[in-house]
């Protein structure tokens, strides 16, 4: 049962051939056996999976099926649950339990998800390899005796959907923490365009650029999972009303004449990537024309310098935001002489180093004196990628690039804060445009490891690129079914 998808888990729950219980309980049970090792689950919840599955089966019985009814998800610890711990996976929030739920995993509720648990990610979603959970790394299985990073921040997830811990699931991607992750681990992330899903709920790191996207093993599975989270929310001021209707199957964008310019941005031609990289993408790049697409080369002269940009606004954004935890309202508290002792030695003992360098560089570039240079001159850059890329969809109507530059790392690979940032090369651009993209697998790596690739597109065009992602899928045809992965 683990190695189905969602979309062939689905059926056999309406058909009555398995149940939610007998699906929810394989599940559990594989939690069990693995969960330890791939430490890709701070918090499980057994006990409310068994009853969200019953209910499931009730509602199926009785002819009541929701969406997803029945469908076992792990869902990234960045949003709050009620009743349920939820700790960002920070020191500052280990003990946090919160008195209210979440726009997208109410909306996973609603459509009849059962709750496997609370997937593990870096600490406040800051980093690449989720190596800065206060709870540890999670791991990925593929060539598990290696003890490879599963990506980061959304870590966790990809660790326990690559490895029939789960499903599907949820991811948030700031910078690439969907994307990425996906990339190295043989799955199908997105970040779709922002806005389409509500941040209500979700422990904020940079408000302007946090976008919750689905985690899956294929692109319907993973195009099922954000018909469920996309919408508009009241609560989030930043919710989008531009209705995205999503039907899965997906159908074909290209083949039987159909016309579609694809393009490939001329400055990351001179990237340094691996070779293997480089051919599966060219391979793909090939399939494509093959199928009818026009391949036409586009530019998007600052491309090179989001990654700048980028770690200017994230952190200035994430300074703000996490100056919420001073122990007063919630989270740790750590008594001093007096309040503002308190203050100091909660957040000395609360936050990591990572989030706290992020906290310093942010309130760094945001003074009075260094706000001009860098602040200001940050979001001008954004502006004018944006501007680029909406130039760029005059000429074309989907961009295809990679999704990084190698397969996955050994855990303990020893790296400097700066080449961690260097990952996100190929992911920060769109955040910072707000744009959606999707990273699918291209194929497996001469190591055996699997690389990703993605499809971009122009605000709310989401569709179409699932649409192009699943030609891609198609072609690369990798197998990421757990027990393959695994051996067992
Ligand atoms: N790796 C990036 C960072 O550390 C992206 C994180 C994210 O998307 N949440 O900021």
Known sequence: MIDLTITEALKKLQSGEISATELTRAHLDRIEKYGDELNCYITRTPERALADAAAADERIKNGTARALDGIPIAMKDLFATKGIRTT???????????????????KFIDAGTVLLGKSNLDEFAMGTFSKTSYFGAP???????RRLNAGGSSGGTTSAVASGLAMGGTGTDTGGSIRFPCSITGLVGVKPTYGLCSRWGCVAFASSLDTPGPIARTVDDAALLLSVMAGHDAKDSTSSNVKTEISVPLQPILGDGKKLRVGIIKEFNDVKISEDMKNLFEKRVADLKSLGAEIVEVSIPNILDALAAYYVIAPAEASSNLARYDGVRYGLRVEGSDIYDTFKKTRAAGFGDEVKRRMIIGTAVLSSSSYDVYFMQAARVRRMIADSFNRAFDECDLIVCPSGANTALPLDSDLTPLEYYALDLFTVAMNLAGIPAVSVPCGLASNNLPLGMQVVGKMFDDVRVLQLAKHIEQFANIDNRPTKIMGK
């Open 88 to 106: 960002a996976a920070s020191h500052m929030l280990e003990n946090f339990v919160p008195e209210y739920e979440s726009t997208i995993s109410q």
């Open 139 to 145: 791991i990925s299985p593929w060539q598990l005796e």
